[in-house]
């Protein structure tokens, strides 16, 4: 067996490991693979000489899980530190890790650190105001060699404070200094150097993740190997990694990135349960924590979308001595507030220990999450869903009246009236999604570009296609009853309000009709019948004044049209205006010839938030009084 360093000696099992501890040395179960154990030699010498002896921190405890009592015990008399079994069953119990605050380091072996376990157990802790972290490796030799680190792992003042960052999702490598600007560096020179942290931001797997020009592999042996031990064919080699078959990329085994802390940004970077990823021995985490890293801190699942936010959070902690739990914990907090249920970083480690001493010149920093915008009224969506959707009826009603009788111009309103629609339903799904202060303000502006065509139909085309509208408006509607109204104001024949709902969920509505006049009115239940006064009749060439209140709700747009009763083109006299709860005054001027004397008709349609009122009166153009001369 290679020759450990001073401190250290191989032990041939935990019970030899138990007495070498009480003789004062650090025990480090032998691995039946020669190549582990030269490696973890190698790496040993790399370290300072371990400091056995020392009294654990205040309120610091090592935790085992059922099973793995042994190490557990090992570990906490090694760390000076109490040891108590962890029964998971007991996990929403609020002693089942301890007092309140303080630190715990779990110890148990991979396998058993299923995420089902992991989830429970770090919730446990954040509830308990306890910073954790996870001691483990493949098997019980690995564990040993990763607790051996912990011992010689202390603050190195001698060591510059600054981190490594290699970013695979943008392929530039940095070097991140307190105070300093980022500096820029080459995966080449960083691979080939010695970092107090270096950390990974990449897209990837519990397996792999992609470098560039290297891939991180996380195969530790000579060969992958398959759930029942036997060499994976076609899997990755220390020459070649089975992600890049055309041999494009060097793979590059964790376990040889000299650092003291690794982090790992990838998707499931830290999965240490068997069957949770590619069923096979190929493990980010598990080598690197048989390599030169003391604690690997790292993503726990798959679903945090990540940035370049999350590994400059995590070198601001390091850098300004921050215990390795409390950085865990920090990032914790972060994906809570961008909106991630439950822990989703990890840290395989000590939870008390820091990299660099604190330093009150570097501040420590805060989550700052990217911008999380406040979740759109649920009521507001689904008040715009429904109108949206009765503009969608009233156009589709309009394209069917298209098909039995087209109508160029007609037509082109429509066309115009859908794309608006459509531009207002993608602002109303974009703003379930992830709204904007503004989106509401987006919405009226849009539903104006809407109501301003529905108005222009009024006058773009030959007869205004008042009926066509009416018709359309109640198209997927059905009559459910009627009630009295006031008697016609022209001729006095009685009318009755008819109440229409539709079995698609739109808009109820209300129209009236005169059976001698004929339609005066149909609207939504949501806007309310306008108070219109008109002159009795008409005089051709000279104005009539009409007067118009709104109601304190309403707004939008509104149209007034003074038409014929033919079917000519355009009307006599319209004006077009923006509502204002107020009385409004309009003055419209038959034309003083060529008009023949009939009952004409006063046309008031407003369009307000998709929904469009129509309201229809009837007025007699006559002709002057003749003059009588007197004697």
Known sequence: MPRLPHGYRWASSLTDAARLLDEGTVPVLRPEDTGRADRWADILHTYPAPDLGRDGPPQARVVSLVGHEDLGELVARALGRPHHVLDPARLHDPGALGPEGGSVLVVARSHALTLSLLMPLLEAAARNNTLAGVLTGRDAAAITFAAAKLLTFHTDRSAPVRTALLDGTTGLTHILTPGQPDQRSTLTDVLAGDFASLLVDAHGSAAHASLGTVTLCGLSGPAEHGPDGTVLAGGCTPSACKTDPAGRTRPL??????????????????????????PSDVSLALDAVEGHPGAVLGLLRGDLDTSGHEPRLTAASLHSGARLGQIAALLNVDGHRRGIRGPSTILLGDPEQRLH??????????????????????????GWRVRLADAE?????????????PDADLSACVEEMTSYRQAALETLLAAARTPDKGWEE??????LQWGRTVLQILSRTRGGAFSRQLTSARAHHRTTHWTPAPACGYCGAPREFEHLTSPLGLTDRRTLRCPKCGPALSLPTTLDPLDITVPPALRPGQPAKIHITFPEQDRGLFAVHLRPR?????????????????????????????????LDRLWVVHADRFHVAYHQRRLPLLPHPRTTGHQ
Do not use: K, M, W
């Not at 964790?254 to 998707?267: D, E, K, N, S």
């Not at 001493?357 to 969506?381: G, K, Q, Y």
């Not at 987006?442 to 539903?447: A, F, K, P």
């Open 357 to 382: 001493d604190p330093d009150t010149s570097v501040p420590a920093p805060v989550p700052t999450p990217a911008p999380v915008r406040p979740l759109a009224d649920a009521e507001a969506l689904n």
């Open 253 to 278: 085994a964790p376990h040889t990135l000299r650092a003291r802390v690794l982090g790992l940004f990838v998707c499931n970077a830290i999965t240490l349960g068997e069957a949770e990823q590619y």
């Open 566 to 598: 033919s079917t000519r083109r355009g009307s006599y006299d319209h004006a077009d205006l923006t509502v204002t709860p107020d009385r409004h005054t309009i003055t419209l001027t038959p034309p003083s010839t060529d008009t023949p004397l009939e």
């Open 442 to 447: 987006h919405l009226e502006e849009q539903s």
């Open 393 to 405: 009826a009233l156009e589709q009603g309009l394209y069917a009246s298209l098909d039995r009788r």
